[in-house]
């Protein structure tokens, strides 16, 4: 049980257009989600917190207009990266959350390469 | 607030010989400690965690850690690497946010080499 899904693994944009990575909590509701990124060699770094129906909260200097967040319902979350630049390339990863337990449960991740 | 150091970005052993992967955290609240491992271009795997009671936790592979409330520690050990280990660790601790998330802080991560 507990099995969180993202897609797509890997996707390669041009620089200006904008990717949604999805998040789907497979066999159980998220009460959360919350959306990390990890570069080359470092830790995850929490962008940001969705509760469904709820605006998301943003970790501190994570820009909410280019990194969007849609938590429409208990089991999906969607995370758009508008207006994708290089700087913007890097490993995303969700997880999510539920009452029954006290932890995360992580997605497989989404390699984002923005050309 | 909550931090995690993780000693060692690197940790080099061979095959057969003893893993220890060294964590130690602080925390305002009693923590929960976790360990996960990460292989190339993958999510995170848990490995083990401690929320209460007993001290030593077991864990997936062979992998186990024990929390130290006097040292604030929480290492990993393995008795025998396998190849098959080598990967990325990392040790995380956690406590009630607020709305009740339990939102995990991260150490930097730690390395495992194993050689043949």
């Known amino acids: 049980g507990a099995v969180v899904s993202q897609h797509p693994s890997r996707v390669i944009c041009k620089s200006g257009t904008s990717v949604k990575i999805e998040c789907r909590s497979l066999?159980?509701?998220?009460?959360?989600m919350f959306w990390y990124r990890q570069f080359p060699k470092q830790s995850l770094m929490l962008m940001a917190t969705s509760n469904e129906g709820s605006k998301a909260t943003y970790e501190q200097g994570v820009e909410k207009d280019k990194f969007l967040i849609n938590h429409a319902s208990l089991t999906l979350s969607t995370l758009t990266v508008t207006s994708a630049h290089p700087e913007d390339s890097s490993f995303y990863i969700c997880?999510?959350?539920?009452?029954?337990?006290?932890?995360?449960?992580f997605g497989p991740g989404t390699r984002l390469t923005v050309l | 607030a909550q931090s995690v150091t993780q000693l060692g970005s690197h940790v080099s052993v061979s095959e057969g010989a003893l893993v220890l992967l060294r964590c130690n955290y602080s925390s305002s609240v009693p923590p929960y400690l976790f360990w996960y491992v990460q292989y190339p271009n993958q999510g995170l795997q848990l490995l083990l965690k401690?929320?209460?009671?007993?001290?030593l936790v077991k864990g997936i592979n062979g992998f186990e850690a024990e929390f130290k409330k006097s040292e604030t520690s929480f290492h990993l050990t393995k008795p025998s690497a396998h190849m098959s280990d080598a990967a990325e660790y990392f040790c995380?601790?956690?406590?009630?946010?607020?709305?009740?998330?339990?939102?995990?802080?991260f150490g930097r991560g730690t390395s495992l080499i194993v050689h043949p």
């Open positions: 995380a601790v956690s406590g009630p946010a607020s709305g009740g998330s339990y939102i995990p802080t």
């Open positions: 997880s999510a959350e539920t009452n029954s337990y006290n932890e995360q449960f």
């Open positions: 066999d159980f509701q998220a009460t959360t």
């Open positions: 401690y929320t209460t009671g007993a001290t």
